[in-house]
């Protein structure tokens, strides 16, 4: 199926998922604040255990995703006023035309995904899920609007023909990018470098990344679960492509750019955009740090017995231990007294 692509930055009027109720669409301020608190913190009423691919399983991963629901409405974010320099570093950062993209496409493969699914409780959350994508487009198309940012036209998307692998490569798409986001952010925030305002006025899209990983993970592990031996198999052929296809999409694009050639979309923005929004310069090894804390913090809120993203912290905690160890060596290098 080809999406059209949107023919101007805002989107057209999201409907709210099936059970939202209407009261929370226009939520007061009062509201937001404790809707902000509760999609936070959150933990599932029935006490014991919750064994991975079982139905309290199930069960609790997707009243989660509902309970943790944040009402806000995109068209009523007041985008903060900034002064000439810091609206130049807002709008010369290059990921709006990506950004943009990456929820459309990631909209429709969530739905896609949701509308195969033959359990009820799954496919409401992705649905829903689906539909906060949609609102996170709605929030950047906002933004891009009040800041004077020009986008240019989206391609025409194609959703792939198998909605599971569309979910897959989405999912943890979003697990690689929203760990080094959570990083970026807070280097950001501490840095001063965008306005308070901006940083806070932005802050619920970011948990809610953190909220849809949370998801996905526990629907893989679940899933995992109730597959047969064969079609557990197959299935782990299917998240070895999608790591394969996803890091040949982003070592792709770094090649591009050491090559000179300005990608036109920066997928990497995430694990190479330190610099643009800090002016202090950070090294990978303490970004990574910051990435790794952050992680931590924004999930430590959830009931235990889900399950976390572990992939992409794993893969960041060995590549700064082997980073480590090459600093040391390089450090221990220099110490050396010069020899003739
Ligand atoms: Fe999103
Ligand atoms: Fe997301």
Not at 87 to 101: H, M, N
Not at 180 to 205: C, I, K, M, N, Q
Request: glycine fraction near 6%.
């Amino acid at each position: 199926m080809v999406i059209p692509p949107s023919s101007s930055p805002a989107s057209p009027s999201l409907e709210p998922p099936d059970q939202v109720s209407p009261d929370l669409i226009s939520p007061t301020g009062a509201e937001i604040d404790a809707a902000d608190r509760r999609a936070r913190e959150w933990v599932f009423q029935a006490s014991g255990a919750l064994p991975i691919g079982s139905d309290s399983h199930r069960d609790a991963s997707c009243r989660m995703f509902s309970d943790t629901f944040n009402p806000y409405k995109p068209s009523i974010i007041a985008w903060p006023k900034l002064e000439p320099d810091a609206l130049q570093r807002l709008t010369s950062l290059p990921i709006w035309d990506i950004a943009v993209r990456t929820e459309t496409k990631a909209r429709a493969r969530m739905l896609a995904y949701a509308a195969s699914v033959d359990d009820p409780a799954w496919r409401e959350a992705i649905g829903r899920n689906g539909w906060e994508e949609g609102r996170h487009k709605e929030v950047l198309s906002n933004l891009v609007a009040s800041y004077g940012i020009s986008l240019a036209p989206e391609p025409p998307d194609r959703l792939p023909d198998d909605p599971e692998w569309g979910y897959l490569v989405t999912g943890y798409s979003e697990c690689i990018d929203s760990f080094f986001a959570f990083g970026l952010f807070e280097v950001a925030r501490r840095s001063g470098y965008f306005p308070a305002a901006l940083v806070d006025t932005f802050e619920p899209v970011i948990q809610e990344e953190a909220r849809h990983i949370l998801l996905f993970a526990n629907w893989l592990a679940w899933h995992r679960k109730r597959l047969g031996v064969w079609a557990r198999i197959r299935f782990e052929f299917r998240v070895a492509r999608a790591w394969a296809f996803l890091a040949w999409e982003r070592i792709g694009l770094a090649r591009t750019m050491e090559g000179g050639e300005q990608p036109a979309t920066d997928n990497n923005f995430t694990l190479t955009g330190s610099k643009a929004v800090s002016d202090v310069d950070i090294s990978p090894l303490a970004l990574m740090a910051v990435c790794l804390s952050e992680n931590e913090r924004r999930f430590a809120g959830y009931d235990p017995r889900l399950l976390r993203p572990t992939t992409t912290p794993a893969l960041a905690r060995l590549a700064a231990r082997v980073g480590r160890l090459f600093w040391r060596g390089a450090a221990a290098e220099a110490m050396k007294p010069a020899t003739s």
